[in-house]
């Protein structure tokens, strides 16, 4: 079985200050991991992926997450937040890559100016 | 390249009507899923085609949904007939590789159904 759990369904930061998102897995298998973003009336738009290479994983925007398999957590990070950071993150699970993708229920990322 | 298209954008129904959604994947892509997402959760996987063929419907409701992708392109969900519970905005994706493959889903902009 599979699973991700996202801690804190709201997260709201200043402008310029550290943006830390956090997800937790689940997975019988060494899992795949995703952070996808959601903006307004938007579909999903991948942001990075982990596939058992390196553990830290840089992505678009400034985003970076880093796979911890002691803690089971991939939690995403950014160093300084933006005004069009705002929008509904979701980290997700596979175990067979691409296919079968199982979402956490998402975390929404206000922006304080 | 153009994006994964989906239609209608929105759509308000009564319950017990039918009701179709449209998708067109990005060219050349095998894979093409169907995801619900219910206010406040995540994306939940409705059925998965790889090709013309089912790859995973397990968690499709069987007895009101159906879906089909003819000819392996463009795909149709349906609903009929619908309840209060399928509000929600469903989602299409495709994915250029299949099977243990390690790729990017890319997603449409859904479509917004209320059931009234």
């Known amino acids: 079985a599979q699973s991700v759990t996202q801690l804190g369904s709201h997260v709201s930061v200043s402008e310029g200050a550290l943006v830390l998102l956090r997800c937790n897995y689940s997975?019988?298998?060494?899992?795949?991991l995703f952070w996808y973003v959601q903006y307004p009336n938007q579909g999903l738009q991948l942001l990075l992926k982990?596939?058992?290479?390196?553990?830290l994983v840089k992505g678009i925007n400034g985003f970076e997450a880093e796979f911890k398999k002691s803690e089971t957590s991939f939690h995403l990070t950014k160093p300084s937040a933006h005004m069009s950071d705002a929008a509904e993150y979701f980290c997700?699970?596979?175990?067979?890559?691409?296919?079968?993708?199982?979402f956490g229920t998402g975390t929404r990322l206000t922006v304080i100016p | 390249e153009a994006g994964v298209a989906q239609s209608p954008r929105y759509k308000i129904i009564e319950k017990r009507q039918s009701v179709a959604f449209w998708c067109n994947p990005i060219?050349?892509?095998?894979?093409l899923y169907w995801y619900q997402q219910i206010l406040g959760q995540g994306p939940k996987l409705l059925i998965q085609?790889?090709?013309?063929?089912?790859?995973?419907d397990s968690q499709l409701p069987k007895d009101r949904f159906s879906a089909e992708r003819l000819k392996g392109v463009d795909s149709t969900l349906k609903i009929q007939p619908a309840k209060l519970e399928d509000s929600a905005v469903y989602l299409c994706?495709?994915?250029?590789?299949?099977?243990?493959?390690?790729?990017?889903?890319?997603f449409g902009p859904g479509t917004r159904l209320t059931v009234l």
């Open positions: 994706a495709s994915s250029l590789v299949s099977g243990s493959q390690v790729g990017e889903q890319f």
């Open positions: 997975s019988s298998v060494p899992p795949y």
């Open positions: 982990y596939t058992s290479a390196a553990t």
């Open positions: 997700a699970v596979s175990q067979t890559g691409a296919n079968n993708l199982f």
């Open positions: 060219s050349g892509h095998a894979t």
């Open positions: 085609f790889q090709n013309n063929g089912v790859v995973d």
